[in-house]
């Protein structure tokens, strides 16, 4: 069964960068990746950044000037390049698929911003 698969989370100090990336596999190789969100611990999934109408992109007001999304030219992965992280930015990324008006969402990857 095809899957969005998110990677490059891991566990970064305060200040510091990690790439993330996320690819369908499988039959869900259809689906265009489009969009990164997060979830915390007690707290309800939050859009980070999005490709809107194509080319449009959107950040959340957190994490401007810090992140930037970007995907490959046949849109089929999508990175998130994170910079400066903070604590307040660990949380399990995960990346959204469309299709039409249906939408596919990966297994998430941790990103843990901590001394």
């Known amino acids: 069964q095809g899957q969005l698969v998110a990677s490059g989370g891991g566990l970064v100090q305060p200040g510091g960068s990690l790439r993330l990336s996320c690819a369908a596999s499988?039959?869900?190789?259809?689906?265009?990746?489009v969009a990164w969100y997060r979830q915390s611990p007690g707290k309800e999934r939050e859009l980070v950044a999005s490709f809107s109408f194509g080319r449009d992109i959107n950040y959340a007001d957190f994490v401007k000037g810090r992140f930037t999304v970007s995907r490959d030219k046949p849109g089929n992965t999508l990175y998130l390049q994170m910079n400066s992280l903070k604590p307040e930015d660990t949380a399990v990324y995960y990346c959204k698929g469309v299709l039409g008006s249906n939408e596919l969402w990966g297994q998430g990857t941790q990103v843990t911003v901590s001394s």
């Open positions: 499988g039959s869900a190789f259809r689906f265009k990746p």
